[in-house]
C-alpha cells in the first residue's frame, strides 16, 4: 500500500525560483493538508482541501498556492521562494474530518538559498 | 478557540524507565483527541487516538494515554521505554462538533532514550 507520496523528497531552490511539491494518495480519502514544519513550531497547516474541488487557507498561506487536482493528488506551488521558506513540507490525508487517522507522507525537505 | 498546549519540548530518559509526555487542550465543546509519533526523517503516524468510551486507551507498542475531561487532559505514558521509542512526539485534538473539524496540533515533545 503506497498511502500518501509525496516528491520530492529533497529540494535547493535560489530565492525567487519557483516549484511544485506534489502530492497523492489512493485511499480514497476525501481531505488532503499541506504542512510545514519548522524546529521549536510543531507543524502549522500552509492549505487544505476538505474534498475535492473546495480548498481553503490554513495559518500560514502567504507565499503558497495549491491545487486539488482531483481527489487523488493536492499539489502545493511556491510561486518565487524566499528563504523563509526553508523547511520541511508534509503532506497529509484524513477520510474525512474528524474522529478519523490522517495519514502522512515522507516529507519533503526544501532549502531555499 | 481550541489549543493543545504540550508542557515539555523536550525529555530525556533512560532505556527501561517509565516516561510521561503531558498534553492539555482548551476547547468549549467536546472534542476527540490524538497522538502520533514521528521517527527521524519520516512523517507522522497515528499512535492512539480517544474517541469516546473507556478513557484509557492504548498503543500496541506499550503507550497508553488518559482522557481526562476535569482536567483537560491527554498525557502519554510507558511504563518502560526502549532506544527504539526515542522519536518526536505529537498531541493533537480535533471538534467533535460543528463544521470545522481540523486537527489542531500541539508543537510536539522531543523524546530522547538514553542507553
Known amino acids: 500500500n503506497a498511502g500518501v507520496t509525496q516528491t520530492p523528497k529533497f529540494q535547493v531552490l535560489k530565492t525567487g525560483q519557483s516549484m511544485t511539491l506534489q502530492c497523492a494518495q489512493d485511499m480514497n480519502h476525501n481531505s488532503m493538508y499541506w504542512y510545514r514544519q519548522d524546529p521549536g513550531m510543531g507543524l502549522r497547516l500552509i492549505y487544505y482541501s476538505a474534498s475535492e474541488g473546495t480548498t481553503d487557507k490554513g495559518e500560514v498561506p502567504n507565499g503558497y498556492n495549491v491545487s486539488r487536482l482531483n481527489k487523488r493528488e493536492f499539489s502545493l506551488r511556491l510561486e518565487s521562494a524566499a528563504p523563509s521558506q526553508t523547511s520541511v513540507y508534509f503532506c497529509?490525508?484524513?477520510?474525512?474530518?474528524?474522529?478519523?487517522?490522517?495519514?502522512f507522507g515522507q516529507g519533503t525537505r526544501l532549502t531555499v538559498v | 478557540a481550541q489549543s493543545v498546549t504540550q508542557l515539555d519540548s523536550q525529555v530525556p530518559v533512560f532505556e527501561e524507565a517509565p516516561v510521561e509526555l503531558r498534553c492539555n487542550y482548551s476547547?468549549?465543546?467536546?472534542?476527540?483527541l490524538f497522538w502520533y509519533v514521528q521517527y527521524p526523517n519520516q512523517g507522522l503516524q497515528l499512535l492512539l487516538k480517544?474517541?469516546?468510551?473507556s478513557t484509557l486507551v492504548e498503543s500496541i507498542n506499550g503507550f497508553e494515554a488518559e482522557f481526562n475531561k476535569s482536567q483537560t487532559s491527554f498525557h502519554l505514558r510507558k511504563p518502560s521505554v526502549h532506544i527504539s521509542d526515542t522519536a518526536e512526539y505529537f498531541c493533537?485534538?480535533?471538534?467533535?462538533?460543528?463544521?470545522?473539524?481540523?486537527?489542531?496540533w500541539g508543537l510536539g515533545t522531543s523524546l530522547a532514550v538514553n542507553p
Open positions: 476547547s468549549s465543546v467536546s472534542v476527540y
Open positions: 480517544y474517541l469516546s468510551g
Open positions: 497529509a490525508s484524513i477520510i474525512r474530518q474528524g474522529n478519523t487517522e490522517a495519514f
Open positions: 493533537a485534538v480535533t471538534l467533535n462538533a460543528g463544521n470545522n473539524r481540523k486537527l489542531i
